[in-house]
């Protein structure tokens, strides 16, 4: 089973509009983070968000925020006020277990392709 | 400036001719670790290396060895190169230390690796 599935494959939006990316995981740990990088074209990963699966509020970084749903098992990522710069690829990924402790590998889903229209 | 630099950026090569893609991180992280990225598949960890001189495989390892001898360095080796390990590699780093929760990983650039 895919433990980070993101259904979106692409998506477009008209600027200045917010825009919701899903993201659903699968773990059976009580621990775990979700983590959002943003890929544009010139290929580096950016990181641009994080929720802790303890975390009561939802995570929030300028105008992006975190829609965490944790038992439908659920990490939206909502950009508000989308700009032209925000065209990318955005990747939802997720730790498993607590940090700093073993392997911090980071299980990502497939991405998913924002086009912001003028 | 904090970074996580590789190199070289791109690198086309021939089956078999060993390569090695370098990865240096300046921020004195613990944990490093290597990934490659396949359209449709999205990141998947190859190794890590949790301090100097501890590596382990991760999800996809064969065909790829690393090294930890330096906290700062974490080179990816392709001993014998084939055309199925095309892809975009990125190393990554983060603090490993205990108390940072959130301890997000910090990635190099990328490099694209080609095997005709």
């Known amino acids: 089973a895919q433990k980070i599935t993101q259904t979106q494959p692409g998506m477009f939006v008209q600027e200045k509009e917010a825009v919701t990316l899903d993201c659903t995981y699968d773990t059976s740990d009580q621990s775990y983070g979700l983590f959002w990088y943003k890929q544009p074209s010139s290929g580096e990963m950016i990181f641009l968000i994080y929720?802790?699966?303890?975390?009561?509020q939802n995570a929030t970084e300028g105008r992006y925020s975190l829609n965490f749903q944790k038992a439908r098992k659920s990490a939206n990522l909502v950009i508000s006020a989308s700009q032209l710069g925000d065209s990318a690829m955005y990747f939802c990924a997720m730790r498993e277990g607590e940090a700093n402790f073993g392997n911090e590998k980071l299980t990502f889903g497939t991405g998913t392709r924002l086009t912001i229209i003028p | 400036e904090a970074q996580v630099t590789q190199n070289p950026r791109y690198l086309i090569t021939v089956t078999g001719k060993k390569l090695t893609v370098t990865c240096s991180q300046n921020m004195n992280h613990e944990y490093m670790s290597w990934y490659r990225q396949d359209p449709g598949l999205g990141l998947r960890q190859i190794y890590y290396s949790m301090n100097v001189e501890v590596t382990d495989k991760g999800d996809v390892p064969e065909g790829y060895k690393v090294s930890r001898k330096e906290k700062r360095n974490f080179p990816l080796i392709l001993e014998s190169p084939s055309p199925n390990q095309t892809s975009l590699y990125f190393c990554a780093s983060s603090t490993g230390l205990a108390g940072v929760p959130r301890d997000e990983q910090f990635f190099g650039p990328g490099t694209r690796l080609t095997v005709l």
């Open positions: 929720q802790g699966s303890y975390d009561e």
